[in-house]
T-cell receptor
Framework: TQLLEQSPQFLSIQEGENLTVYCNSSSVFSSLQWYRQEPGEGPVLLVTVVTGGEVKKLKRLTFQFGDARKDSSLHITAAQPGDTGLYLCAGRGAGNMLTFGGGTRLMVKP | EAEVAQSPRYKITEKSQAVAFWCDPISGHATLYWYRQILGQGPELLVQ????????DSQLPKDRFSAERLKGVDSTLKIQPAELGDSAMYLC?????????????FGAGSRLTVL
């Protein structure tokens, strides 16, 4: 079983602050994805990273894939209340199966 | 914009009753997934279909859960009998084959509460 550990599990910050969420594993993944999920809805894909060391930016969100393709980070600059939600990382590994981490619940207070 | 449709959105049932969830994937998506998400946790794959065939159901509790996708389009997930621990969000997702297989589109989910 390939496990993805996300940290922190919960994060409550003020609007305008920066934050970083981590996704770690002992397994190597061919690709890694980040999703955001709002209450009562399904996850929505934000980004897919496939190359070790790859960095992708989506407005105020910066995603990085570790050099060894075992970990990833999501950095949000100047967080806004609209960023509130559950952030999930998911890695595609052995058997081409997609495994999700436990999620980081982010709350951004105005 | 194309969506994955799921119904019902909410279901409350008593333990030992039967319950069924329905999913209609995006048109043309050959791959269909059923995930279970317990509150506060990440989704766990229950079953994956490629057209009408099961690709992976290793995490499906087969003594009480069943899933089918008879014509390779829509799918039904059934639980019989339901247990208290089955309370969760049941998410359906679909994707294309080949190069598009890495892009999953999720439905809004069916939230089950077992009393």
């Amino acid at each position: 079983t390939q496990l993805l550990e996300q940290s922190p599990q919960f994060l409550s910050i003020q609007e305008g602050e920066n934050l970083t969420v981590y996704c770690n594993s002992s397994s190597v993944f061919s690709s890694l994805q980040w999703y955001r999920q709002e209450p009562g809805e399904g996850p929505v894909l934000l980004v897919t990273v496939v190359t070790g060391g790859e960095v992708k930016k989506l407005k105020r969100l910066t995603f990085q894939f570790g050099d060894a393709r075992k970990d990833s980070s999501l950095h949000i600059t100047a967080a806004q209340p609209g960023d509130t939600g559950l952030y999930l990382c998911a890695g595609r590994g052995a058997g081409n199966m997609l495994t999700f981490g436990g999620g980081t619940r982010l709350m951004v207070k105005p | 914009e194309a969506e994955v449709a799921q119904s019902p959105r909410y279901k409350i049932t008593e333990k030992s009753q039967a319950v069924a969830f329905w999913c209609d994937p995006i048109s043309g998506h050959a791959t269909l997934y059923w995930y279970r998400q317990i509150l506060g946790q990440g989704p766990e794959l229950l079953v994956q279909f490629q057209d009408e065939s099961v690709v992976d159901d290793s995490q499906l509790p087969k003594d009480r859960f069943s899933a089918e996708r008879l014509k390779g389009v829509d799918s039904t997930l059934k639980i019989q009998p339901a247990e208290l621990g089955d309370s969760a969000m049941y998410l359906c997702a679909s994707s294309l084959q080949g190069a598009g297989a890495n892009v999953l589109t999720f439905g809004a989910g069916s939230r089950l509460t077992v009393l």
